[in-house]
């Protein structure tokens, strides 16, 4: 995986945010050759466990386990390591967890033969500044997005989760080869649903973005590999 992307498609993860195993084989069969990789997230991983990773990578599809693992330094290198052992792509935590954290994860990944890419999340894109103030961050979203991602890159991670409006300045301050995976994309039209910091498909490319999360928009379509071809298309 290059830090620059490949084609357009080259750059979709589809969010498999469903609750059973066949909604998610019938999604990742429909979209095998139109995106990227195949987001686990927390519904479809407590609803199926590592039988949602395997039903995914069984059909040739790449894994983005987004847990966003946010423990102490030992417990998370553990399931780093076990996601590892798993064949993910890709593992996110929480870069509040702290560097310690951070570089635990980074370790055991490494050691494990350095398939798996860890990806640290730093502001949900689901919350905004105020958002932020209530729970004790009181200096917004763009400045702690970008002091969390000076730590990942500090702490030997491979990239973060960050949303599209962020990405531009993440990508100033980061090495060529650090990747910037971006949630809340919607295209043109789209609605946000439960997003707060959202860009277009093309908006997040332009910003510096390797992979953008693509979940609803292509989920939720009539037709779901036309739909994420469209946003291919977009990116092209």
């Known amino acids: ?51 949602a990773v ?72 689901s919350m905004e500044d105020a958002d932020l103030a209530e729970v004790g961050v009181p200096a917004g979203a763009a400045a702690t997005v970008e002091l969390r991602a000076r730590l990942a890159i500090a702490s030997g991670l491979d990239g973060v989760v960050a949303s599209p409006r962020e990405a531009a300045a993440i990508r100033a301050l980061s090495p060529t080869n650090f990747l910037i995976v971006t949630p809340g994309v919607r295209p043109a039209g789209a609605a946000a649903d439960d997003q707060r910091r959202v860009a277009t498909p093309r908006a997040a490319r332009d910003a510096g973005a390797n992979y953008l999360v693509v979940g609803r928009p292509i989920t939720h379509a009539a037709d779901p590999r036309a739909a994420a071809l469209a946003i291919a298309g977009e990116l092209a």
Request: hydrophobic fraction near 50%; proline fraction near 2%; charge should be neutral.
């Open 54 to 125: 395997r039903a995914v990578t069984r059909q040739g599809g790449r894994v983005m386990l987004d847990l966003k693992l946010h423990d102490i330094p030992e417990t998370v290198a553990r399931a780093t390591a076990r996601a590892a052992d798993l064949g993910v792509a890709f593992m996110t935590l929480h870069t509040g967890g702290g560097r310690r954290m951070m570089e635990a994860a980074a370790q055991a990944a490494r050691t494990a033969g350095g398939a798996t890419r860890t990806l640290g999340v730093t502001v949900l894109t």
């Open 1 to 51: 995986m290059t830090s620059g992307g490949g084609p357009a498609e080259g750059r979709v993860i589809v969010a498999l945010d469903v609750d059973t195993l066949a909604l998610a084989e019938s999604l990742v069969e429909r979209l095998t050759g139109a995106v990227f990789a195949f987001k686990v997230g927390l519904e479809l991983f407590t609803a199926c466990g590592a039988d």
